[in-house]
């Protein structure tokens, strides 16, 4: 019998490499996203296609009880849907910043809290949330969206310990860039941020994360390298607790640990507002 999985943000980037990655394992993969139109050839490959806005209570149980009413149950789920809110952090409305968290801190909430009646009664089940090296050491710039992944990296670790007792295992994905199309996505956030009143202060620094952040994406990793630690943590005995897939990702966590936050101060803006 085919394992079960249930993807959120699956229509770009990680989802998409993930959900391909899972099926060419042997997975029957519910891959869910806002866009369906973006996940055609997930279809053809064999993933089942459904529409899923994770700030919506009624969507995400939709596709939960779907799954378990066609299936009887969910093996994996990967809590991945997200996205960037780019920008100093005056420069950001409260209403954009409760969506920020909304998509990535309660939708990935909402997600788990649907999933996990079904795996406790299975007495198994995998839980993968893509956080970010971002969780680790923030940076000027955008410190909401790194916000949001101090914020999963807790329930996360969180998360683990309370659902040891019931056979479910949970993981951490915290890669650095990636060459995906968030830069593309991200950049209007960027552009609102440029409105605001007080903008004109760090013109220059958005002016230098623009060009920055797009050069790290371009240059980031493949979403395939992330889609090969996410299959590990569905299916090895003893998946890691945290993953950190690319060089970048270790380089940040590695500096933070040994140097502190004297030496990250000195280079983190030289990386993205200098």
């Not at 019998?1 to 699956?10: S, Y």
């Not at 079904?118 to 893509?130: C, D, L, N, P, Y």
């Not at 807790?154 to 915290?174: H, N, P, Y």
Request: aromatic share 8%; proline share 4%.
């Amino acid at each position: 019998m085919k394992q079960v999985a249930f993807i959120t943000g699956a229509s770009t980037g990680i989802g998409h490499a993930s959900a391909k990655k899972l099926v060419e394992n042997g997975f029957l993969v519910y891959a869910t996203a806002r866009r369906t139109e973006l996940m055609n050839d997930l279809e053809k490959l064999g993933a089942k296609i459904m529409k899923c806005d994770v700030t919506k209570d009624e969507d995400v149980q939709s596709v939960v009880d779907t799954i378990i009413r066609n299936e009887g149950r969910i093996d994996v789920l990967f809590a991945n849907a997200g996205y960037c809110l780019l920008g100093p952090v005056e420069l950001h409305s409260s209403q954009d910043v409760a969506r920020q968290f909304d998509v990535n801190v309660v939708g990935c909430g909402r997600a788990i809290s649907a999933v996990l009646p079904h795996m406790r009664k299975q007495e198994s089940g995998r839980v993968i949330i893509t956080s970010s090296v971002a969780g680790h050491v923030t940076m000027p710039g955008a410190a909401w969206y790194p916000a949001t992944k101090f914020a999963q990296q807790a329930i996360g670790d969180g998360l683990r310990m309370e659902v040891k007792e019931f056979g479910i295992k949970v993981s951490l994905i915290e890669p650095g860039y990636i060459d995906t199309d968030i830069d593309n996505a991200s950049f209007p956030w960027l552009d609102k941020a440029e409105q605001h009143p007080n903008a004109s202060a760090y013109a220059h620094q958005m002016k230098t994360f623009r060009k920055k952040w797009g050069t790290g994406i371009d240059k980031g990793a493949s979403p395939d390298t992330i889609a090969k630690v996410v299959v590990h943590a569905a299916t090895a005995k003893k998946p890691k607790r945290r993953y950190h897939p690319n060089i970048d990702a270790k380089a940040a966590i590695f500096m933070r640990r040994w140097f502190g936050y004297g030496l990250l101060d000195k280079i983190m803006p030289g990386q993205t507002i200098k």
